[in-house]
T-cell receptor
Framework: AQSVAQPEDQVNVAEGNPLTVKCTYS??????LFWYVQYPNRGLQFLLK??????LVKGSYGFEAEFNKSQTSFHLKKPSALVSDSALYFC????????????FGKGTRLSVIA | DVKVTQSSRYLVKRTGEKVFLECVQD?????MFWYRQDPGLGLRLIYF???????EKGDIPEGYSVSREKKERFSLILESASTNQTSMYLC???????????????FGEGSRLTVL
């Protein structure tokens, strides 16, 4: 079974600075990994996914994520943070290969300060 | 615009009441899910369904049941609500391609349930 972990509950960053939200995974075989974002009082929205191929994955709203097999990480990044990026971010992966649900990390709250 | 619609955004119920949370998707997705979201605990899977009349338990099914009589509709039922079921409930759907969950879940806005 696959699991994901988000080591930080909260990340604070100044507007215009680069941001990183961390995720590590544990899986046997090739992982499928996802990032989702939740704005206040809303459901989650898909940001990006890694299935196979390039280790740098580009997604919505200028976000990208870097898959690193040796460090078993899939960190979410953005070169220049906006105040509107403030939200709750979730890393996720399927429970196992096949048609199975996603398991989510506990979430990281990102605050971008003007 | 594709959509997952949850019937109620906010509900207040009393302990022991039967509660129905309805979810409808208009994308012809095979998979539908019910998650519960609590601060510090992230999202936890209650039940999921990969086809009409099919259901499987997730991580925390106790105290809940589900119904999927039509492909577009997935209902979560709390037979006898308790205070520890006060939470945000999120419904989601996803497409299946090649027997694999594509992983791109579409979520509803959520139903915030308070049990007094």
């Amino acid at each position: 079974a696959q699991s994901v972990a988000q080591p930080e509950d909260q990340v604070n960053v100044a507007e215009g600075n680069p941001l990183t939200v961390k995720c590590t995974y544990s899986v046997s075989g090739n992982p499928y990994l996802f990032w989702y974002v939740q704005y206040p009082n809303r459901g989650l929205q898909f940001l990006l996914k890694y299935i196979t191929g390039d280790n740098l994955v580009k997604g919505s709203y200028g976000f990208e994520a870097e898959f690193n097999k040796s460090q078993t990480s899939f960190h979410l990044k953005k070169p220049s943070a906006l105040v509107s990026d403030s939200a709750l971010y979730f890393c996720a992966g399927p429970l196992r290969v096949g048609n199975t649900p996603l398991v989510f990390g506990k979430g990281t709250r990102l605050s971008v300060i003007a | 615009d594709v959509k997952v619609t949850q019937s109620s955004r906010y509900l207040v119920k009393r302990t022991g009441e039967k509660v129905f949370l309805e979810c409808v998707q208009d994308m012809d997705h095979e998979n539908m899910f019910w998650y519960r979201q609590d601060p510090g605990l992230g999202l936890r899977l209650i039940y999921f369904s990969y086809d009409v009349k099919m259901k499987e338990k997730g991580d925390i099914p106790e105290g809940y049941s589900v119904s999927r009589e039509k492909k577009e509709r997935f209902s979560l039922i709390l037979e006898s609500a308790s205070t520890n079921q006060t939470s945000m409930y999120l419904c989601a759907s996803s497409l299946v391609t090649g027997f694999i969950n594509t992983g791109e879940l579409f979520f509803g806005e959520g139903s915030r349930l308070t049990v007094l």
